[in-house]
């Protein structure tokens, strides 16, 4: 037997029957509906949307001007959620804005992870480590970080040697402070290399004749045109000590 759902109605705190849909790959889904009627429902809308508080307006206040669309979109919505009240749209707080005389338009700018990545012609993955050792994103989704110019400004000034092998004319893109990009392009001109342990040399072993062929690391038998193997493969073998393509390989040190 079907359970029946009741919620009472926002209006007038009737009681009733909160329709269902029946889907054959998810199952019973419940309306989110919130009136008994049309007439509570047109009721309950003119009532939610009514007057613009006080804690609304300094809501509004503080976020023009300093946060993007999205996240004034998200702090409204909570605030509704928290109120009991339905939320408000992109329309009408421009309305409000434009009522108060405040501007959305973002005054400080900020980065999104490819476009930072882009301006410093550097890699995404580069640019996103960043970001867990010291560069401060101001605003994150499931998809993207936001990060302001100031965040990047300080970011260089605490860690120069993170931008080496940047070129100059890519850094005066993303950061402001022409004196610290002229320092940063004077003082790494070349790339440094960070590795947490230095390079391994590794034994290729071939099955059939028992050749054994030492390389200086990983990617020195990769760069090997004979071989064919990609370093996922290589680290496969190493970790896993199994044969790719009749080559075994092991860590000489």
Same mark, same amino acid.
């Given at each position: ?159 120069? +040697? ?30 440094? +290399? ?21 390389? +200086? ?35 000489? +040190?």
């Amino acid at each position: 037997m079907t359970k029946k759902w009741t919620r009472a109605c926002k209006t007038c705190s009737k009681r009733f029957e909160a329709p269902t849909i029946f889907n054959g790959t998810h199952g019973q889904i419940i309306s989110p509906r919130q009136t008994c009627s049309a007439t509570c429902a047109a009721k309950f809308t003119r009532s939610s949307s009514k007057r613009w508080t006080a804690e609304e307006d300094a809501l509004l206040m503080d976020l023009a001007g300093s946060a993007p669309k999205f996240k004034i979109l998200k702090t409204f919505n909570r605030h509704a959620l928290k109120n009991g009240q339905i939320p408000r749209g992109w329309v009408a707080i421009r309305k409000r804005a434009h009522i108060l005389k405040v501007s959305l338009k973002i005054e400080i700018d900020y980065f999104v992870i490819p476009e930072l990545a882009r301006r410093l012609g550097i890699g995404k993955a580069r640019a996103t480590y960043w970001t867990k050792i010291g560069l401060k994103f101001c605003f994150k989704t499931k998809t993207r970080k936001y990060i302001s110019k100031e965040a990047l400004v300080e970011f260089a000034r605490k860690r120069p +040697d993170r931008f080496s092998g940047i070129k100059y004319g890519n850094l005066i893109l993303a950061i402001d402070d022409l004196e610290l990009c002229r320092f940063i392009a004077a003082k790494y001109p070349k790339r440094l +290399d960070f590795s947490l342990r230095p390079a391994r040399r590794v034994v290729c072993i071939e099955s059939k004749s028992n050749t054994r062929r030492v390389y +200086d690391s990983i990617s020195a038998a990769k760069r090997d045109s004979n071989l064919y193997l990609s370093r996922r493969s290589i680290e496969r073998c190493l970790k896993l000590k199994i044969e790719a393509c009749g080559y075994r390989f092991e860590y000489l +040190d």
